[in-house]
């Protein structure tokens, strides 16, 4: 259960502030459009993004070691937050 946990936070703190929660803000401010169908299409396309995440993920896994993809994403995440630090 704790690994659980650890995915729900990294991708909770992941999507906080990001291009898609402002966009959603601003279909929620739409007074012609439903919150709750802004709610529903917005946890829809997470649920979708998400799955085509772990369907790639676990095709990946049958070709390379699941340690090697970590340390590839953990590189590609220093990588975006030094070119972040330098552009900002």
Not at 10 to 20: H, N, P, Q, R
């Amino acid at each position: 259960m704790k690994a659980y946990l650890v995915v729900f936070v990294s991708v909770f703190l992941a999507e906080l502030g990001d291009k898609t929660q402002l966009a959603t803000v601003l279909f929620a401010s739409n007074d012609a459009l439903s919150r709750w169908g802004v709610l529903a299409a917005a946890a829809a396309a997470l649920v979708a993004s998400t799955a085509l995440a772990v369907v790639a993920g676990y095709q990946l896994a049958e070709w390379v070691e699941g340690r090697h993809v970590q340390r590839v994403a953990a590189l590609g995440f220093v990588a975006i937050g030094v070119w972040m630090l330098v552009r900002g």
